[in-house]
């Protein structure tokens, strides 16, 4: 077909309304309500076998044949539609919906209706189709010996019309950047946050080269844990409490482990015992290390050097100092690799 304008727009005579449809295709493209709250379907009140229909506006392309372009259509108050009664043994869907019935293209009226499309009863039923020149407001969910209709037997199937002609300042689409996701261009558009890129209040995740109070306080890469071995370098502990892991040995002759870094050692025996140290190339000790011991027991614990090692002490042997009596401590500290000095209740 060539090109045409609406002929009520020129000087002449009759015209064909196809042709004003058209026109108004280009200002409602698809089929679906204009504004939201138009032609909604809910139950009737008091509940029965009918479903109210809201007032509102649809724009309807029609699908008859090509070209038909876009049939405006206006409820001005709720319609009440009668559903069929329903199987008494199984149940099916109703499709409730808004027709265009144009003499000029088949049948013989010119109108729009409401109508009830009622569907096939079935163990499992569907929906029936659409009818041609029609929009979808609802399917209605109708049981085996159904008596009335609730609203959870009604699915809202209505859309926003979509127009061709953008409004100045209005937002036609939202698409969801990097750390979102949802967006779109119709319909009621939400959009989420995306957790495996973006932190959220309650999601566990890993922050990664962030600078965090307004670029003052940079944590490394390597960010401390609490579980794992990590260096501290110049922070402020409030109110700090350590608790002492112990390691408790009964026997007369003990070898400190590398475990026992920091920890209380409890030597108990009713003989001499010998608490020996052992040599930096069999125990790596960090230099700085504290073994801190505790004669339980009568025996008296003798600090014994291991191949290599040195002790220190102001014992009446330097090298060899020992406790005083039962239940006093000491504690051996790594001043040099492999050089200990062994400070505390000892003679």
């Given at each position: 077909m060539t090109l045409r304008t609406p002929p009520s727009w020129l000087q002449n005579g009759s015209h064909p309304a196809e042709n004003d449809r058209l026109t108004t295709q280009a200002l409602w493209a698809t089929t679906g309500i204009i504004k939201n709250t138009s032609l909604a379907v809910t139950p009737n009140s008091p509940v029965g076998m009918s479903v109210i229909i809201a007032e509102g506006w649809a724009a309807i392309v029609g699908t008859t044949q090509a070209n038909m372009g876009?049939?405006?259509?206006y409820n001005?108050?709720?319609?009440?539609v009668a559903i069929t009664t329903a199987n008494p043994t199984n149940p099916r869907i109703d499709l409730v919906c808004a027709t265009v019935q144009d003499a000029y293209y088949t049948g013989a009226q010119n109108n729009v209706i409401f109508q009830v499309v009622v569907g096939t009863p079935a163990s499992s039923?569907?929906?029936?189709?659409?009818?041609?020149?029609?929009?979808?407001?609802?399917?209605?969910?109708?049981?085996?010996?159904?008596?009335s209709i609730t609203s959870g037997d009604i699915t809202d199937l209505r859309t926003l019309v979509t127009t061709n002609i953008p409004e100045s300042g209005d937002i036609s689409s939202v698409t969801a950047g990097n750390g979102l996701s949802g967006g779109g261009s119709s319909g009621a558009v939400t959009l989420a946050i995306n957790t495996s890129i973006t932190a959220d209040l309650t999601t566990a995740q890993a922050l990664t080269n962030k600078d965090l109070t307004s670029g003052t306080n940079t944590f490394p890469s390597s960010l401390a844990t609490l579980t794992g071995a990590e260096t501290l370098t110049n922070k402020s502990l409030t109110s700090p409490k350590i608790n002492l892991g112990i390691t408790?040995?009964?026997?007369?002759?003990y070898t400190t482990v590398l475990g026992d870094n920091g920890k209380l050692i409890t030597l108990s025996n009713a003989s001499a015992i010998t608490a020996t140290i052992p040599p930096n190339s069999s125990v790596t000790y960090p230099v700085g290390a504290q073994l801190n011991f505790v004669q339980l027991g009568a025996g008296q614990v003798t600090f014994t050097q291991g191949a290599g090692v040195t002790i220190v002490s102001t014992g009446a042997t330097a090298s060899a100092p020992k406790t005083r009596a039962q239940y006093s401590?000491?504690?051996?500290i790594q001043v040099s690799t492999d050089t200990w000095l062994v400070a505390g209740d000892i003679s």
């Open positions: 876009t049939y405006v259509a001005d108050a709720p319609t009440v039923p569907v929906a029936p189709s659409l009818p041609a020149n029609s929009i979808a407001l609802a399917e209605v969910d109708v049981a085996a010996g159904a008596l408790t040995d009964t026997s007369t002759s401590s000491a504690t051996a």
